[in-house]
C-alpha cells in the first residue's frame, strides 16, 4: 500500500532552521507532483510549497518564499522541506501529500510532523 512517511520535525529557537523529510513508498513516485501542507492550533490546513513530477516546477505560498526550499530525491523516492529563518508562526504540524497522475489533486497523505518554533 502506499506510505507517506515525515520525518525530521522538532523544536527550534526562532531564526534556526530544520530540514524536513517525506519517504514514500507505494507509488511511482517520480511522476507524481508532491507536496508540503501544515497546520497551526485552531487554524485549517494550509499549503505550504508544491514540487511537480519530475521537479521540474516549484511553488510556494507567499509567507515561505525566500525562506522555505522543496525539494525531491527521486531515486531515494523521498521529498524534503529545507526550513530557514523559522519564526514562531511557522508552528503547526506539516504533513507530506502525493499526487498521482490523473489525480485532481493530492490523493495521499502522511501522519504529519511537529515543528514548534520558540520566540
Known amino acids: 500500500q502506499v506510505q507517506l512517511v515525515e520525518s525530521g520535525g522538532g523544536l527550534v529557537q526562532a531564526g534556526g532552521s530544520l530540514r524536513l523529510a517525506c519517504a514514500v513508498s507505494g507509488l511511482t513516485f517520480r511522476s507524481s507532483a508532491m507536496g508540503w501542507f501544515r497546520q497551526a492550533p485552531g487554524k485549517e490546513r494550509e499549503f505550504v510549497a508544491r514540487?511537480?513530477?519530475?521537479?521540474?516546477?516549484?511553488t510556494y505560498t507567499d509567507s515561505v518564499k525566500g525562506r522555505f526550499t522543496i525539494s525531491r530525491d527521486n531515486a531515494k523516492t523521498t521529498m524534503y522541506l529545507q526550513m530557514n529563518s523559522l519564526k514562531s508562526e511557522d508552528t503547526a504540524v506539516y504533513y507530506c501529500?502525493?499526487?498521482?497522475?490523473?489525480?485532481?489533486?493530492?490523493?495521499?497523505w502522511g501522519q504529519g510532523t511537529q515543528v514548534t518554533v520558540s520566540s
Open positions: 501529500a502525493a499526487q498521482r497522475v490523473g489525480a485532481q489533486g493530492f490523493d495521499y
Open positions: 514540487v511537480s513530477a519530475y521537479g521540474i516546477t516549484t
